[in-house]
């Protein structure tokens, strides 16, 4: 897939820092190796084979040594163009762009067919490899530990990734293939804050999220972003499970883009697998400064998008609706024109209190469009990082005061005091009221749509509340 001119993919953590990838057959423990040493839970684990489908990258630490961490999907034998063998063509391109390769057996299963066809493979394409035992806690995994050293890849290391037992055997194996890590870049790092800590801030890249129902696209337009073929497409639907993230730049902006795992309706979620998948997606959603939900262009704007979009509103990220397949609309204008009508309604009946939210049409399968997402995604996140200064704010006050003076409470005029805005991401406003309870939230929603239309604050979210101002007399003894 051919990378456009308005962005140059660079997938991973910089290269200068050495690749670890973990690989292995199905449900040895490859992903709680990786949350092990990446110190979170990066991945999702689960006694399902098979969890791990796209290659996911994290910075890890083990004593003094950092590396890039790679973890993959579990080997398959099989051919074609199966779910299998294009994963097992993903774990392949891992262990070519790797350092070193962390292969992990299960040493309570013993050495299996499998591993010894993989070992081979190995054996034949990575000059590094380091053989780890994985499950050895306790006296079970003695005779898998034994076994291993059969595989022609050296000693083997005995490990428990769900325990942390032999993180010290690993970091001893590992400092023979890496370098570990200078002091005075440590040091440089533990001083690193100070005043330029708000100006490293400001220069972190803008984490975009990918989200929607499954099968709509999500993973196809992140390769189409990027230019090249990163995470895992195909017909099946639910392929991605993980949340994958891919820092690249645009325009010489830096990104971070998440792709994420399709999210059905809670009443249609019966496995625990899904059920974490989709609660990885809730939790990227929160961290996230834009998040793009991905429709389909045959079925635009079903109660499950309407769903996600709430969600993302009510977090206040900044939000984009972006419809795939619109290639598919293209032979019927008039059902196109109804089918967009539609989607329009139903965002202004359903989100009142985010107006204009911006509409993205476009198809990741060809490139088409695709172009016109990125500038959308950057304007709203400059309004969503929005301040408006204080006195041209309450300027403004004053004159909404006048236009549409505020009701009556307890036979006396509401004095709209002072506003300010307090944040950004989102825009948040403080008012101050004589008397708060009396307001209503009607003209407080006036108010809401005057700033968003006179401070041009359009398809994000606004948060206005409302504090009452302190009796400067409250609490003087009264002279007599």
Same mark, same amino acid.
């Given at each position: 897939?051919?990378?456009?001119?308005?962005?140059?993919?660079?997938? #991973?953590?910089?290269?200068a820092?050495?690749?670890?990838a973990?690989?292995?057959?199905?449900?040895?423990?490859?992903?709680?190796l990786?949350?092990?040493?990446?110190?979170?839970?990066?991945?999702?684990?689960?006694d399902?084979?098979?969890?791990?489908?796209?290659?996911?990258?994290s910075?890890?630490?083990?004593?003094?040594?950092?590396?890039?961490?790679l973890?993959?999907?579990?080997?398959?034998?099989?051919?074609?163009?199966?779910?299998?063998?294009?994963?097992?063509?993903?774990?392949?391109?891992?262990?070519?762009?790797?350092?070193?390769?962390?292969?992990?057996i299960?040493?309570?299963?013993g050495?299996?067919?499998?591993?010894?066809?993989?070992?081979?493979?190995?054996?034949r394409?990575?000059?590094?490899?380091?053989?780890?035992?994985n499950?050895c806690e306790?006296?079970?995994?003695?005779q898998?530990?034994?076994e291993a050293?059969?595989?022609?890849?050296?000693?083997?290391?005995?490990?428990?990734?769900?325990?942390?037992?032999?993180?010290?055997?690993?970091?001893?194996?590992?400092?023979?293939?890496?370098?570990a890590?200078?002091?005075?870049?440590d040091?440089?790092?533990?001083t690193?804050?100070g005043?330029?800590e708000?100006?490293?801030?400001?220069?972190?890249?803008?984490?975009?999220?990918?989200v929607?129902?499954?099968?709509?696209g999500?993973?196809?337009?992140?390769?189409?972003l990027?230019?090249?073929?990163?995470?895992?497409?195909?017909?099946?639907?639910?392929?991605?499970?993980?949340?994958?993230?891919?820092?690249?730049?645009?325009?010489?902006?830096?990104?971070?883009?998440?792709d994420?795992?399709?999210?059905?309706?809670?009443?249609?979620?019966?496995?625990?697998?899904?059920?974490?998948?989709?609660?990885?997606?809730?939790?990227?959603?929160?961290?996230?400064?834009?998040?793009?939900?991905?429709?389909?262009?045959a079925?635009?704007?079903e109660?499950?998008?309407?769903?996600?979009?709430g969600?993302?509103i009510?977090?206040?990220?900044?939000?984009?609706?972006?419809?795939?397949?619109?290639?598919?609309?293209?032979?019927?204008?008039?059902?196109?024109?109804?089918?967009w009508?539609?989607?329009?309604?139903?965002?202004?009946a359903?989100?009142?209190?985010?107006?204009?939210?911006?509409?993205?049409?476009?198809?990741a399968?060809?490139?088409?469009?695709?172009?016109?997402?990125?500038?959308?995604?950057?304007?709203?996140?400059?309004?969503?990082?929005?301040?408006?200064?204080?006195?041209?704010?309450?300027?403004?006050?004053?004159?909404?005061e006048?236009?549409?003076?505020?009701?009556?409470?307890?036979?006396?005029?509401?004095?709209?005091?002072?506003?300010?805005?307090?944040?950004?991401?989102?825009?948040t406003?403080?008012?101050?009221?004589?008397?708060?309870?009396?307001?209503?939230d009607d003209?407080?929603?006036?108010?809401t749509?005057?700033?968003?239309?006179?401070?041009?604050?359009?398809?994000?979210?606004?948060?206005?509340?409302?504090?009452?101002?302190?009796?400067?007399?409250? #609490?003087?003894?009264?002279?007599?």
């Amino acid at each position: 897939m051919p990378s456009g001119e308005d962005g140059a993919a660079t997938t #991973g953590t910089p290269r200068a820092a050495p690749r670890v990838a973990i690989v292995g057959r199905p449900n040895v423990g490859k992903s709680t190796l990786f949350n092990r040493l990446v110190g979170r839970r990066r991945a999702i684990v689960d006694d399902t084979p098979g969890v791990t489908r796209d290659i996911r990258e994290s910075p890890a630490q083990l004593g003094d040594l950092t590396f890039t961490l790679l973890d993959t999907a579990g080997w398959e034998t099989k051919g074609g163009e199966t779910l299998e063998a294009r994963m097992r063509r993903f774990t392949e391109r891992a262990v070519d762009s790797a350092d070193v390769v962390l292969f992990l057996i299960d040493a309570r299963a013993g050495i299996v067919p499998l591993d010894e066809s993989f070992a081979s493979w190995l054996r034949r394409r990575a000059s590094k490899v380091i053989v780890i035992a994985n499950k050895c806690e306790g006296r079970a995994g003695q005779q898998g530990l034994a076994e291993a050293h059969g595989l022609g890849l050296g000693a083997p290391v005995p490990f428990s990734a769900e325990h942390g037992e032999g993180l010290s055997d690993l970091h001893d194996a590992l400092i023979r293939h890496i370098a570990a890590a200078p002091e005075d870049e440590d040091e440089g790092a533990e001083t690193a804050e100070g005043p330029g800590e708000d100006e490293d801030a400001a220069k972190r890249p803008l984490l975009l999220a990918i989200v929607g129902r499954p099968n709509v696209g999500k993973s196809t337009l992140l390769n189409r972003l990027i230019g090249e073929e990163r995470v895992l497409t195909g017909p099946e639907a639910g392929i991605t499970r993980d949340a994958i993230r891919v820092d690249w730049q645009w325009r010489g902006r830096p990104v971070r883009l998440v792709d994420t795992a399709g999210m059905r309706r809670r009443s249609r979620i019966e496995e625990k697998l899904e059920a974490a998948s989709v609660a990885d997606t809730l939790d990227t959603i929160r961290l996230a400064d834009v998040v793009v939900i991905v429709l389909d262009a045959a079925n635009m704007a079903e109660k499950q998008d309407l769903a996600v979009a709430g969600w993302v509103i009510e977090e206040g990220r900044a939000l984009v609706i972006a419809v795939n397949k619109t290639d598919l609309l293209a032979d019927d204008q008039a059902a196109a024109s109804r089918a967009w009508r539609k989607l329009a309604d139903r965002l202004e009946a359903s989100f009142a209190q985010v107006k204009d939210v911006p509409i993205v049409g476009f198809s990741a399968l060809n490139g088409r469009g695709v172009e016109r997402l990125m500038p959308k995604v950057f304007e709203t996140f400059d309004i969503w990082n929005k301040r408006v200064p204080t006195p041209r704010l309450n300027r403004w006050l004053r004159e909404m005061e006048i236009l549409h003076p505020p009701p009556l409470a307890k036979g006396r005029r509401i004095r709209l005091r002072f506003m300010t805005q307090i944040k950004i991401r989102p825009p948040t406003f403080v008012l101050s009221v004589s008397q708060p309870e009396g307001l209503g939230d009607d003209y407080l929603r006036y108010l809401t749509n005057r700033l968003r239309d006179d401070f041009g604050l359009p398809g994000v979210p606004i948060r206005l509340t409302m504090r009452k101002p302190s009796n400067p007399y409250a #609490g003087r003894r009264r002279k007599t």
